[in-house]
C-alpha cells in the first residue's frame, strides 16, 4: 500500500499519522467497558496490580470525567476487608485518591501482623 502524495514529500508528522491510522484501530467502546466493568480483585493479587489494571483498561472507556469515580466503584465493591468498606463508604468526599491512599494504608499496616502470625507457626 502506497501513502505517497504525489508532488510533496512527507514529514515526520505525516508519517506518524499514517502509522497511528494503520497500527491503532478504532476500540469498541462496548467491548472495553465490558472488559473493565467484569474485573474483579483476585484474593492472591495485590491492590497495586489490581489499581493499575483497571487504570489501564478505563484508558480505552472512553468514561471522560467519570473515570475517576468509575475506577473507585470496583475497588470498593470487591473490597474484602469490611470494615474498610464501610469505613470509606461513610466518607461523603471520597474520591479516588482517598480511596487508594486508605487502601494502601490498610494492606501496609496488615503486613506486620502477616508477618507476626507467620512467626507464629
Known amino acids: 500500500m502506497r501513502y505517497e502524495v504525489p508532488g510533496h514529500e512527507r514529514n515526520l508528522k505525516q508519517i506518524m499519522d499514517v502509522f497511528d ?4 484501530l478504532k476500540k469498541n467502546e462496548t467491548v472495553e467497558r465490558y472488559k473493565f466493568f467484569s474485573r474483579f480483585p483476585n484474593p492472591g493479587k495485590s491492590l497495586e496490580k489490581f489499581i493499575t489494571d483497571l487504570k489501564l483498561l478505563a484508558m480505552t472507556c472512553n468514561f471522560g470525567d467519570f473515570k475517576d469515580s468509575l475506577v473507585r466503584e470496583p475497588i470498593i465493591c470487591g473490597m474484602q476487608d ?3 468498606c464501610e469505613v470509606l463508604l461513610k466518607d461523603p468526599c471520597l474520591d479516588l485518591q482517598r480511596c487508594l491512599d486508605a487502601c494502601r494504608a490498610a494492606e501496609l499496616s496488615k503486613e506486620p501482623s502477616k508477618t507476626l502470625e507467620e512467626g507464629k507457626m
Not at 21 to 24: D, T
Open 21 to 24: 491510522k494503520h497500527c491503532n
Open 82 to 84: 469490611k470494615q474498610l
